[in-house]
C-alpha cells in the first residue's frame, strides 16, 4: 500500500501559523486526518508515516486526558495503542522530553491497573474508577497545567520538518 500524501496550501498555513501554534498544529492535524479517513485504523496506519501517526495520537492524547485523564483514556481502548507502541519515544523524539516522561508514567500505572480499568462496566463504576485510582490524578493535574506547552512544543517540531507531514502547493 502506498503511502498517504497530504497536500496543504502555503496561504493556509501561513494563516493558521498567524494565529498561533494550535491553529497551526490543527490545520496539519486535520489535514492529515482528512487524507487518512478521519479514523486511525488499521488502513491508515499503514498508509501514514510514524510522524504522521504520532500528530494524530497526539490529537486523541489531547482530546481524552483533557476531557477525563488517562483513566477515560485507558478505558477507551486507547491503552495498547498508546502505551504498548513506541509513542513515547516518539514524543521524545519530538523534544516533548516532560510528556514522554508522563506517558511512560502513565504506561507503568496501565500495567500495574489496565485489568480492571478496562473491563465492561456502568458509568457509576466507570466514575468509581477515579476514586479507585488516584495515582492518575498527577499526570493528569500535570497534563491540564502543560498541554499549552506541550502543543507549542510539538508544532515548533512539525513546523521545523513540514515536509514529513504535508506537502505545500
Known sequence: MEELTVFLAETELREAAQ???AAFLDLITDAVA?????TLD????????????TLLALRILREEVSVGGFVQLIHNGYGPFFFDNPFAKALRQWG???LSQMVYSAARLYRRHGDDLTREM???????????????DPLDDEFVDREDEYV??????VDHHLQDFVTVV
Open 96 to 98: 516533548l522530553r516532560d
Open 152 to 157: 507549542e512544543q510539538a508544532a515548533r517540531y
Open 42 to 53: 488499521a488502513d491508515a496506519l499503514r498508509r501514514l508515516n510514524a510522524d504522521q501517526v
Open 34 to 38: 482528512e487524507a487518512a479517513g478521519g
Open 19 to 21: 494565529k498561533g501554534e
Open 122 to 136: 456502568d458509568d457509576d463504576a466507570f466514575m468509581a474508577l477515579y476514586e479507585a485510582h488516584p495515582d492518575f
